[in-house]
């Protein structure tokens, strides 16, 4: 048995080693996956990929058998559990797995949640033949959750209820029943809301709408202008290829109608001015600020106005002018008896009352309110035909209530958040929350909801009934309760449960008052069959564990001591019930975009740290999963997480304290393998200095506490900063290891980028180096022309025919800069075979691993300088196992031939061909 050291403890695969790479690849492809995943039952915000939970579940519950071939076979298992290509792997593997995990655990574990969020965690529990309890106090979370957790297990083999879907069915696919029942009784709720509200939508004579295209309007600033004036940011309908479309305005008469224009070199332009909600007079040129606008909209005077409506016909997406549209003269009949729930305080994300738009039903026209509320209804009346059809309660239920999340799915694409996107395919609807933020949209998509296309009923329906074979269909269901998580280690018994959680990130989303958006309709369509969730006018959020100064009085000091005591307090519930030799394992990722004076740490990461170690927790591993989509941009700084921080967390028996110069002593002793092991596992360069805060903090928390010259124990903001400043010196230090050409090339890099300087600039770092700037040249990474300049040369500047096996004058920089523009020429393989050229070599001149530190130096040199750098070589770093891997199988290389006209890559020969 390998135990813990001292503290006794059985240790699992999670505290020794995962297969990083291989589990951020099928988190990334789970997120780029647009069908066919959990997530597409209902939006949530930043849920984490179920093929990491997975993973981090199994590895949480199975002995660690020590260092050899069982632990590799483990391993192995690991990556056979999370297939790259995001989804389920296969029932062999899962029966694989869970005899394993028996086999540990004579007593299965319940696995506990208490930030069920979008119901990933007891999914993959579930999946893995355990007990699984979740528990959120948003009620939007829960019903998802429960959803796919608790009322769809019971039902995965039942029959179709519906006589016509019965008769069709030849063989028991799982929840193939089900899925018709949900078609079945969706078309009656669509048939019904259509008979009542469907003149509301005039359609064409020929085609089918897909959208209508609306501007804003505000009168003019000019009071001797009676034009209302269109806002909108572009012109372009339709970039399709063959179809582009522009729309153009003319005032007439005092008036603006719009006109459709053919072709891709259309000079329309909009009204849309140079800043921020600015915009012009199309008329008489008069600017319309922000100041203007948002007093027009407290005064009730921002209006609508058509520009066009898209349709799809036989001969393909169309556009036909505002004045071509059919129009109804019909009064809409705006539902009366809607809550009334306020939008978010936060103006930075939620806009709208700025402009005097103050209630979720703003954000609606008003024949949206009227269709969506007539489907809500519709809906809830559903329960009982089901149960007069023959349906048990239980049946009905997960029906209904997967026909009411359609409702609240088909609200996503049917408000004025929708955007109309262009692109190289047809031009569509974008439903709202691209980011987890309401902003104030000027020209907005109005879905037709009785199509096919984006926004629809139909495809709310299929887009949900994709989801239930993505589910195992042999599970125990779950149990899933709305609660607060400071309770939630009370919903099982003491000792017996494993902790898995992805708790809320700090202050980065407000995720109650996203939710009043959906909870809205939810509310309406399922408060009869769960009135657990349903029984407040808008979802709670007084005591929403997270860090929101609009709650506070505005203070983020407030804001944040609530999140650290709250946050204790979850940890000290979960400790109760958590089994004690297994571990709490939390996934963290936080933006770093609050940092302190330093910059070198975030108030999310003190936070979540200070509660973790205030709860009697210790770190005692860390482990970051890559989880963003592969073309993440690095320096953007938006609304997109990093990678997530795996903390495996056990009961913390410290009774050593130490003084500040031990703690130092130590980081500077270990981090430098921590950092190494980091590297290798495939830490992209831009997650390095979050990763590399997990070993610090381990050895941090192995004290009981670590005291300051003065006698005061030190804090973790403190030691955040003091690991950060260790491991930049690890990383920055390294430069003494690297050849005079490599140095100088750092050193330039730094101030200059690809940029020119002067030679005189040059000529001192060449001294201080002891390089002379010919052999730079001669080496071909540096330029000296025109006289009197110097640059280095950028990626797309190298030549295509580099062979190093007949350079003479190598260098790391030269490696790394090559090994950049192959891997983005021709990916991993083309970078293995450039890799294994080099360890080719009868010299020894370059060493591979100097090389893959040397990334990760560039990375952080142009991070925030100069992006396209910055993001080549981080996509390099992160696949830098993957690429030794492929070097290492390619055999030994008798030669590395240049590309010749029919292939810009070289050709290989092996000793065994």
């Not at 609306?214 to 034009?227: D, E, G, I, Q, Y």
């Not at 902790?499 to 399922?526: E, K």
């Not at 009868?842 to 591979?848: E, G, L, P």
């Amino acid at each position: 048995m390998t135990r813990g050291g001292s503290n006794g403890y059985q240790r699992k695969l999670i505290d020794v080693t995962l297969p990083l790479t291989q589990i951020s690849y099928a988190s990334i492809a789970y997120k780029e996956r647009k069908v066919g995943t959990i997530k597409n039952l209902h939006k949530w915000f930043a849920p984490m990929p179920t093929p990491a939970l997975r993973a981090l579940i199994f590895a949480s519950l199975v002995d660690d058998p020590g260092p050899g071939s069982q632990r590799e076979e483990l391993v192995e298992l690991v990556k056979q559990l999370v297939p790259i290509n995001g989804m389920a792997p296969p029932d062999e593997v899962l029966v694989k797995a869970r005899l394993l995990i028996e086999k540990s655990n004579p007593e299965l574990p319940t696995v506990l949640d208490p930030f069920a969020g979008g119901g990933s965690t007891i999914v993959e529990a579930l999946r893995l033949g355990l007990p699984g309890i979740s528990s959120d106090l948003n009620p939007v979370a829960v019903v998802a959750t429960r959803t796919l957790g608790e009322l769809l297990p019971p039902i995965a083999h039942a029959s179709s209820i519906s006589q016509r879907q019965r008769q069709k069915r030849t063989h028991d696919v799982p929840y193939d029943g089900f899925a018709d029942d949900v078609r079945h009784y969706g078309d009656l709720v669509q048939s019904a809301v259509r008979q009542r509200l469907g003149d509301y939508y005039p359609v064409p004579v020929s085609g089918e709408p897909v959208a209508w295209l609306w501007a804003r309007t505000v009168p003019c600033a000019n009071p001797m202008c009676p034009v209302h004036v269109p806002l909108y940011g572009s012109p372009w309908l339709s970039k399709q290829r063959g179809r582009e479309v522009t729309i153009e305005l003319a005032v007439r008469g005092g008036e603006v109608h719009f006109e459709i224009r053919q072709g891709k070199n259309s000079l329309a332009k909009s009204t849309k001015g140079a800043g921020r909600a600015q915009f012009n007079c199309p008329r008489c040129s008069t600017p319309i600020g922000e100041r203007e606008l948002r007093q027009a909209g407290r005064d009730g005077k921002l209006g609508l106005q058509l520009m066009a409506l898209c349709v799809d016909t036989k001969q393909g997406r169309t556009f036909l002018a505002a004045d071509e549209v059919p129009r109804s003269d019909l009064a809409i009949d705006v539902p009366d008896d809607l809550d009334e729930i306020t939008l978010g305080a936060n103006t930075k994300n939620f806009s709208h009352p700025l402009y005097g738009l103050d209630y979720q039903t703003d954000l609606y026209t008003p024949r949206q309110l009227a269709v969506l509320t007539a489907f809500a209804d519709e809906v809830s009346a559903t329960y009982d035909r089901i149960v007069d059809d023959g349906g048990s309660a239980s049946y009905a239920r997960a029906v209904v209530t997967v026909l009411g999340i359609c409702v609240s799915k088909m609200a996503q694409a049917n408000s004025t958040l929708v955007r109309w996107r262009t692109r190289v395919g047809p031009s569509k609807p974008e439903p709202a929350f691209g980011s987890q933020a309401m902003p104030m949209l000027w020209d907005f998509a109005e879905a037709y909801p009785f199509g096919n296309s984006v926004g629809s009923w139909s495809a709310q329906i299929n887009s949900v009934t994709s989801v239930f074979r993505s589910l195992p269909s042999d599970a125990t269901p779950g149990r899933v309760v709305q609660v607060d998580a400071r309770r939630a280690g009370d919903l099982v018994q003491p000792g017996t449960a494993l902790i898995v959680t992805d708790p809320p990130y700090f202050g980065q989303i407000n995720y109650a008052d996203l939710s009043d958006y959906f909870y809205l309709w939810l509310r309406r369509a399922l408060r009869l069959v769960h009135p657990d969730l349903f029984g407040t006018i808008a979802t709670p959020k007084s005591i929403e564990l997270v860090a929101n100064p609009a709650r506070h009085a505005g203070s983020k000091d407030a804001a944040q001591r609530y999140f650290v005591d709250g946050f204790t307090e979850v940890f000290r519930s979960l400790q109760k019930a958590s089994r004690p030799d297994l571990p709490i394992v939390v996934a963290y990722a936080a933006k770093q975009d609050d940092a302190d004076a330093g910059g070198a740490v975030s108030s999310a990461w003190v936070s979540m740290l200070r509660a973790v170690l205030a709860s009697g927790l210790a770190v005692v591993g860390t482990m970051p999963i890559e989880s963003t989509m592969s073309t993440r941009q690095v320096s953007q700084g938006a609304n997109a997480l990093a990678s997530y921080i795996i903390l495996v967390c056990r009961p913390r028996q410290a009774e050593d304290v130490a003084d500040k110069g031990t703690f130092l002593s130590r980081l500077q002793k270990e981090l430098p393998e921590a950092v190494e092991a980091l590297r290798k596992g495939g830490v992209s360069p831009l997650d390095m200095g979050q990763a590399a805060m997990g070993p610090g903090m381990k050895i941090f928390s192995e004290y009981k506490e670590v005291l300051l010259p003065d006698g005061r124990p030190m804090e973790v903001r403190d030691a955040l900063i003091e690991i950060d400043k260790a491991a930049t010196a690890v990383i920055d230090g390294e430069e003494a290891e690297y050849d005079a050409a490599t140095r100088f090339c750092l050193r330039w890099f730094r101030q200059f980028g690809f940029d020119r300087g002067a030679y005189g600039d040059a000529d001192v770092v060449l001294r201080q180096t002891g390089t002379a700037i010919r052999d730079l040249v001669g080496a071909g990474i540096v330029s000296n022309a025109p006289a009197g300049s110097v640059s280095l040369l950028g990626v797309d500047e190298l030549p295509a025919d580099y062979d190093p096996l007949d350079d003479g004058r190598i260098s790391h920089w030269e490696v790394a800069m090559h090994l950049a523009k192959v891997f983005d020429d021709r990916g991993i393989d083309g970078a293995a075979r450039l890799v294994a050229a080099v360890r080719s070599r009868s010299d020894d001149a370059i060493s591979i691993d100097r090389a893959n530190r040397l990334v990760h130096r560039i990375f952080k040199i142009a991070d925030r300088r100069f992006q396209k750098t910055a993001t080549l070589f981080n996509q390099l770093g992160t696949a830098w196992p993957d690429i030794i891997a492929t070097a290492q199988n390619m055999g030994a290389i008798a030669t590395y031939a240049r590309p010749d006209a029919d292939d810009l890559f070289s050709i290989w020969e092996t000793d065994n061909e």
